[in-house]
Nanobody, 125 residues
Framework: EVQLVESGGGSVQAGGSLRLSCAASGFTFDDYNIGWFRQAPGKERQGVSCIQNRYGNTWYSDSVKGRFTISSDNAKKTVYLQMNSLKPEDTAVYYC??????????????????WGKGTLVTVSS
């Protein structure tokens, strides 16, 4: 059974940093893409970042590029999202999700089928 457990959310002032973790189990970690998504109150869920564990390829949304960094510890089966220079508009519930890797050229965020329960990030101005 695929399990994804997020942690690391919390409250921070604008300009601060947080590191989210996504602990994975129940599947061959190296063969999966892990993505981070977020959903703010009253807004649609949006993709934030993604990593292909086998190839190390990463993707970021324009809104977080240069501020967030995704990384993966394959030994710990954990993906991290380092969030720096946080803004109030980053406030959301952050979810990690997983999907088997199709190929290094296939969009990283496509086809996410398994989801964690989310962790809340609140950024105050």
């Amino acid at each position: 059974e695929v399990q994804l457990v997020e942690s690391g959310g919390g409250s921070v002032q604008a300009g601060g940093s947080l590191r989210l973790s996504c602990a994975a189990s129940g599947f061959t970690f190296d063969d999966y893409n892990i993505g981070w998504f977020r959903q703010a109150p009253g807004k649609e869920r949006q993709g934030v970042s993604c990593i292909q564990n086998r190839y190390g390829n990463t993707w970021y949304s324009d809104s977080v590029k240069g501020r967030f960094t995704i990384s993966s510890d394959n030994a710990k089966k954990t993906v991290y999202l380092q969030m720096n220079s946080l803004k109030p508009e980053d406030t959301a519930v952050y979810y990690c999700a997983a999907t088997p890797t199709v190929s290094r050229w296939y969009p990283c965020m496509s086809g996410m089928g398994d989801w964690g329960k989310g962790t809340l990030v609140t950024v105050s101005s």
